[in-house]
Nanobody, 122 residues
Framework: QVQLVESGGGLVQAGGSLRLSCTASGRTLSSYIMGWFRQAPGKEREFVAW????????SYTDSVKARFTISRDNAKNTVYLQMNSLKPEDTAVYYC???????????????WGQGTQVTVSS
């Protein structure tokens, strides 16, 4: 069993930056693919990014490429999402999740955090 806790959300102006963290307990994160997803009000949860076990391979949804960076520190059992050039449309609850294989499909992720709110004002 893996428990995931996100932090780092908040209110930021458009063009600003935030760094989200996701810390695990229960098992080592190095065993899992880690992903970030987000859900805006009235919308379905959508894929943002995933990172492989070593951190050398990543994948992003098109709308965040060149603005967001996913990374991991297995020694700290933590995954990060650096978000730059934020836009109002990035406003959502952001979730980290753990899976056994690289995938952008939320149903394939076995463990989820409780989410952290990111609000970008215009």
């Amino acid at each position: 069993q893996v428990q995931l806790v996100e932090s780092g959300g908040g209110l930021v102006q458009a063009g600003g930056s935030l760094r989200l963290s996701c810390t695990a307990s229960g098992r080592t994160l190095s065993s899992y693919i880690m992903g970030w997803f987000r859900q805006a009000p009235g919308k379905e949860r959508e894929f943002v990014a995933w990172i492989n076990w070593s951190g050398r391979i990543t994948s992003y949804t098109d709308s965040v490429k060149a603005r967001f960076t996913i990374s991991r520190d297995n020694a700290k059992n933590t995954v990060y999402l650096q978000m730059n050039s934020l836009k109002p449309e990035d406003t959502a609850v952001y979730y980290c999740a753990a899976a056994n294989r690289p995938t952008a499909t939320s149903a394939s992720y076995d463990y989820w955090g409780q989410g952290t709110q990111v609000t970008v004002s215009s």
